[in-house]
């Protein structure tokens, strides 16, 4: 299944119309990625799970990860989505990892519109997700 999300959410960069996941409008990974952002507004860990997988922009969407750190924040039942259980054995982390991992590995990062890698010389391993709360999301790995 992870292969088809990621498939689908690199669509975009593939095409060119989109450089990264972040900036690839109408896609659940940025929708995933924006709420993902929205957390760090928040202190507590139960109420940074709500905003990742249930705030407004992705919370109609299936959780990644299968299983909840908490509890809890699963329990609540909306009615914006069919169900509560997740669809990847990671977590959101993971995930926007994998896509970045699959993007450059597949020269999908930074190519044209006939999906040629460009030689730009930055490479997608050079830009990592944010794992922490609070940082600025996407961080530039240092050289």
Same mark, same amino acid.
């Given at each position: ?12 960069? !593939? @095409?060119?119309? =989109? #450089? ?10 940025? &929708?995933?990625? *924006?709420? !993902? @952002?929205?957390? =760090? #507004? ?10 990742? &997988?249930?705030? *407004?922009?992705?919370?109609?969407? =299936? ?81």
């Amino acid at each position: 299944m992870h292969g088809g999300m990621a498939y689908v959410d690199l669509n975009p960069i !593939r @095409a060119g119309i =989109a #450089e990264t996941p972040e900036t690839s409008d109408f896609t659940s990974v940025k &929708e995933r990625i *924006e709420d !993902r @952002a929205s957390a =760090a #507004e928040v202190w507590t860990s139960d109420a940074q799970d709500h905003r990742i &997988e249930h705030r *407004e922009k992705a919370g109609w969407l =299936a959780p990644i990860p299968l299983e909840a750190k908490r509890k809890k924040v699963r329990g609540k039942e909306t009615d914006r989505r069919a169900g509560n259980k997740g669809c990847l054995p990671m977590s959101l982390d993971d995930y926007l990892e994998l896509l970045d991992w699959s993007s450059v590995s597949h020269g999908q990062a930074r190519s044209d519109s006939s999906g040629v890698c460009s030689d730009s010389g930055s490479s997608g391993l050079q830009r990592r997700h944010v794992v922490r709360f609070g940082e600025e999301f996407p961080q530039t790995l240092p050289q």
